[in-house]
């Protein structure tokens, strides 16, 4: 099993910053993907970047130029650097990360941490 456990979320005016993290523990060690996904009220979750244990990523194109994901897998850890904040970008913040056991992938999540931009 791995656990995902999110900090670092907060109510911040429009373009203003916030940085998330996202520790990782147990199963760690073959963990491939990590990210981060968000979910406002009354929308599907979708996807805002996701870095690889190699440090390929990929963007939300909504957040591009905005937001970097970084990865310290030294400490499991998974960050989420947020400039320009848009009121859009108001919803929780969940993290994400996957692995394989043989053909097998898990998916597993955090709790989430909410994220308020004030216009």
């Known amino acids: 099993q791995v656990q995902l456990v999110e900090s670092g979320g907060g109510l911040v005016q429009a373009g203003g910053s916030l940085r998330l993290s996202c520790a990782a523990s147990?199963?760690?060690?073959?963990?491939?993907?990590m990210g981060w996904y968000r979910q406002a009220p009354g929308k599907q979750r979708e996807l805002v970047a996701i870095?690889?244990?190699?440090?390929?990523?990929n963007y939300a194109d909504s957040v591009k130029g905005r937001f970097t994901i970084s990865r310290d897998n030294a400490k499991n850890t998974v960050y989420l650097q947020m400039n320009s904040l848009k009121p859009e970008d108001t919803a929780v913040y969940f993290c994400?990360?996957?692995?394989?056991?043989?053909?097998?992938?898990?998916?597993?999540w955090g709790r989430g941490t909410q994220v308020t931009v004030s216009s």
């Open positions: 994400y990360a996957d692995r394989y056991g043989g053909p097998v992938k898990y998916d597993y």
């Open positions: 147990g199963r760690i060690f073959s963990l491939n993907v």
């Open positions: 870095i690889t244990s190699g440090g390929s990523t």
